[in-house]
């Protein structure tokens, strides 16, 4: 039992020292003037730049091994255009070479055009005087020579006698169509001769029948436009007496009213057909006049006499604004005064209880003894 006790004092021992040394490396971490100015822990901020050397230290590494990589990459790049610039020289080469054995200029399809021995190749410009090519304007064949002669003087022999052959022929052939028209001509001369005179006997005789029909004629309408002219003013006489009479008793010039009185009602009349209002339509339209004027100074007296009432109310209302005014004045001077009264008293009061908390309560200073017993520990 006795070891036992003594085993359990050793642990608490050593717990004790234990929160002693704790509490004397608090102290000295929160007690440390430059560590309480910071306010940050030191030792993080030591972690936190050494892991940012190493970061940065990674990120060189790995840079240089980028850049290295590219140094490789630019020597590959230059090797592939060497060999790229290398092979297309090689391709126009084999191009040129190739075009040198099989593809020579006299096998083209236009080397017709740049042969330089085309003029020799070339046909003779006049092959004869028939050659399709000796036009005007190629300068060939000129005036004056004449290589077929011979063949063309025959021609010409054998061509004037055929057209003299032919002349003779359609001489010939004339005098006879000649001779038949001419026998023709004279037959129907005669035949037309006889059909004229036929023609102009008849035409006698109808004339004289239509001269004859017409006198007939001219003498019947004569006397028909005679008989009609006579109707036609024994007509206009009657139609002239039954229109002044009409004139005479119609409503035109008698002025009846009734006849501007319109279809469409009796308050609507027909504009070129009234005279004028009536009496008793000016009496009525007078008498509505006055009526209008009556009403008219009947509303100014109303409207005179409403003013007049708001005149009067607007100036009481006005004379109880002044009395309210001065009242709320007179109140707000009674209320100043009170205030002011009130904070006199307040005033002194406070300077009373000053007087009182300096020379009674706050009488005893603390010493320095008594601020010692302060920030003893870290808790």
């Not at 300077?351 to 003893?376: A, D, H, M, R």
Request: with cysteine; hydrophobic share 30%.
């Amino acid at each position: 039992m006795r070891r036992l006790g003594l085993q359990r004092d050793l642990a608490e021992a050593a717990a004790l020292e234990r929160r002693r040394q704790r509490e004397l490396h608090r102290q000295s971490r929160i007690f440390n003037a430059r560590v309480r100015t910071i306010g940050v822990d030191k030792d993080a901020l030591d972690t936190q730049i050494n892991d940012k050397k190493i970061q940065e230290a990674n990120e060189k590494a790995r840079h240089d091994t980028i850049a290295g990589e590219m140094k490789q990459n630019d020597k590959i790049i230059c090797m592939l255009e060497e060999r790229q610039k290398q092979d297309i020289k090689n391709l126009n080469k084999a191009i040129t070479e190739f075009q040198q054995n099989f593809q020579k200029p006299e096998t083209r399809r236009e080397f017709d055009l740049s042969d330089p021995q085309s003029l020799k190749k070339d046909t003779p410009a006049r092959l004869s005087d028939n050659d399709p090519r000796c036009t005007v304007s190629g300068l060939q064949k000129f005036l004056g020579e004449d290589l077929n002669r011979d063949q063309r003087v025959k021609f010409q022999k054998e061509q004037s006698r055929e057209w003299s052959l032919q002349q003779q022929r359609d001489w010939k052939n004339a005098l006879a169509d000649q001779k038949f028209a001419e026998d023709l001509h004279d037959k129907n001369r005669i035949d037309l001769d006889q059909k004229a005179m036929e023609l102009q006997r008849k035409e006698v005789e109808t004339r004289q029948a239509v001269c004859a029909a017409t006198k007939d004629f001219n003498r019947a309408q004569a006397t028909e436009f005679a008989e009609r002219k006579m109707l036609e003013k024994r007509q206009e006489e009657e139609d002239n007496a039954a229109e002044i009479s009409n004139l005479l008793r119609g409503n035109l010039l008698s002025e009846n009213p009734e006849q501007a009185a319109s279809s469409f009602g009796r308050h609507r009349v027909i504009t070129d057909r009234w005279k004028g209002m009536n009496q008793d339509q000016l009496m009525a339209i007078r008498y509505t006049q006055q009526q209008q004027v009556l009403e008219k100074l009947r509303l100014q007296e109303e409207e005179r006499q409403r003013n007049a009432e708001w005149d009067r109310q607007r100036i009481q209302a006005a004379r109880a604004q002044l009395l309210f005014e001065r009242h709320r004045q007179r109140l707000n001077r009674e209320l100043r005064r009170t205030l002011d009264n009130t904070n006199a008293q307040l005033s002194q009061e406070q300077k009373s209880k000053k007087i009182y908390l300096q020379e009674e309560v706050y009488s005893n200073f603390p010493t320095g003894q008594y601020f010692t017993q302060f920030n003893t520990t870290s808790r």
